[in-house]
């Protein structure tokens, strides 16, 4: 099994760097600027066309939302436990991986035990119509692979029959070879919808994790979601009609429109990566998570922060130079990443690298990686891991809010399917920012509230960063905070993960 997994992982890695189409890199030249091919451009002047953020090719942005964020596993999963249990007309959901035995509490034995998923969504299709769309897993080699993923379709379409639920699971086997269906993104009731980075499993990584990350046996886990009511649901909802009946041929599906406040006044747009000749309902594709990110990051005037699994993508890599070239005192750009991201630590370094030479010791570009720390078995009395970074978000000068699927890497911006959500509000998005701060510093909400953006970065971010290293290299006390400058090569404790064996496919 390890030979075969090395060499897929190999074998991925000369995949992912070759040239000409087998990446279908040449998308881009069809993409006209983010914009899906041959999609009309809003030339009215309707109240979006002032920001060139929104992107035109698509759904567009809805007046009327209320978007909470939910930071970390604990968060989204318990909030997702409470909306199946809620449900009175349907569920719909859609992922990249499951783990049906994937418990949504874990507050006591008893809650381990019932509220592991398969169960939940057993329950809830006894009374209401639960259908589920997963990529159909990698044909040979990668993973998670075509037989691990049928048998978590057989585990649901079992527990249907046995309960009499009405539970429907689908596998989409159109996504290329090599390539995947990335989209993570739920729908109850046609009233609340989830966007984020996590998928309801336990693969390569256990996605509940709690805020501050407290060292755990397996990798610790960091991780965005969204809990979305409004308009913008619909167009959640219209992606998974979308591709249920690209997979089924089905178009009857149960559907409500979503209800909202007249005081819900965040606007949301939500935004998608299609590839080219994948799905009838867009043969040229649909690229509107480029779009978003390229546009964002040239508006930007004071902060640019970046959470993501990776960061590959040269687009964006130039993109925030220009941004640092063009922009004066105080602009800061903060990135957090893995310190080993699974299958692409390399790619990784050569971004930050490249990023680095273009401040020239300016002190405008910052990259981070979370750890975790806790009392050691070894000589040492303390011991140090890196926490995973699978979030994907991106703030913007406290006014813009992204939070979806896609990593910032051609597969995310333009050969994987992937889904994402884009709020125009400047409380919600230093609420996330504040939010996501307070917890890689571990300081007081409030003093992150009360300092300036770009003090915190070259104050605390700075501090802690530098501080947490000493601490790393005596190995006699806890970290303050998580955060850890970004290293090039082998990254302090990394061992665990370099004993992991990586696999190809993202998640």
């Not at 809620?86 to 994937?102: D, F, K, N, R, S």
């Not at 978003?292 to 959470?307: C, K, M, S, W």
């Not at 889904?419 to 125009?424: L, T």
Request: net charge neutral; glycine share 8%.
């Amino acid at each position: 099994m390890f030979v075969v997994t090395t060499l897929g992982r190999r074998l991925g890695q000369r995949l992912r760097r070759a040239p000409g189409p087998f990446l279908h890199h040449w998308h881009r030249f069809a993409m006209r600027g983010g914009t899906r091919a041959g999609a009309p451009r809003r030339t009215s002047p309707d109240p979006w066309s002032r920001e060139p953020q929104w992107f035109p090719g698509d759904t567009p942005p809805r007046s009327h939302n209320q978007v909470t964020p939910l930071i970390d596993g604990h968060a989204f999963l318990a909030d997702l436990h409470h909306a199946l249990a809620a449900a009175q007309h349907y569920v719909y959901l859609i992922g990249w991986c499951m783990t049906p035995e994937i418990p949504l509490r874990r507050d006591s034995g008893e809650a381990l035990v019932a509220t592991r998923l398969l169960g939940l969504l057993a329950e809830t299709a006894r009374r209401l119509p639960v259908r589920v769309l997963l990529w159909s897993g990698a044909p040979v080699v990668f993973q998670p692979d075509a037989r691990s993923t049928e048998a978590v379709r057989s585990a649901l379409m079992e527990a249907a029959r046995a309960e009499g639920a009405d539970l429907r699971c689908e596998l989409d086997h159109s996504a290329r070879f090599s390539h995947c269906h990335h989209q993570k993104a739920i729908v109850v009731d046609g009233q609340i919808a989830y966007v984020g980075g996590m998928d309801l499993t336990t693969f390569q990584g256990d996605r509940w994790d709690l805020p501050g990350h407290p060292l755990r046996a397996g990798p610790n886990w960091h991780d965005v979601q969204i809990r979305l009511e409004g308009e913008a649901v619909s167009d959640v909802e219209h992606n998974f009609r979308q591709r249920w009946q690209a997979v089924t041929g089905e178009r009857a599906l149960p559907h409500r429109d979503p209800a909202w406040q007249p005081d819900w006044r965040t606007p949301v747009q939500i935004v998608r990566t299609i590839p080219r000749r994948v799905y009838d309902f867009a043969p040229r594709g649909e690229f509107g998570i480029h779009h978003v990110y390229l546009h964002a990051i040239r508006q930007a005037r004071r902060l640019i922060y970046l959470e993501n699994q990776y960061l590959w993508s040269p687009e964006i890599r130039n993109a925030l130079i220009e941004a640092m070239n063009r922009q004066a005192a105080p602009f800061r750009i903060v990135i957090v990443l893995p310190a080993r991201a699974y299958d692409g630590k390399g790619d990784n370094d050569q971004h930050v690298a490249a990023l680095r030479e273009a401040d020239k010791g300016r002190g405008i570009v910052s990259v981070y990686c979370p750890y975790a720390s806790g009392p050691n078995a070894g000589a040492r009395a303390f011991s140090y891991r890196p926490t995973y970074v699978h979030a994907k978000v991106g703030v913007i000068d406290d006014e813009w809010l992204l939070i979806g699927s896609a990593n910032l890497n051609d597969r995310g911006l333009i050969t994987d399917s992937e889904i994402m959500a884009v709020a125009h509000d400047p409380a919600l998005a230093r609420q996330v920012r504040i939010d996501l701060w307070t917890e890689h510093l571990a300081l007081a909400r409030d003093q992150v509230a009360d300092t300036a953006p770009h003090a915190l970065v070259d104050g605390a971010w700075a501090e802690h960063a530098a501080r947490n290293a000493e601490i790393i290299k005596r190995g006699d006390r806890p970290l303050i905070g998580a955060v850890h400058r970004y290293e090039l090569g082998r990254m302090p404790g990394s061992w665990f993960l370099d004993e992991a064996e990586a696999l190809l496919v993202e998640h």
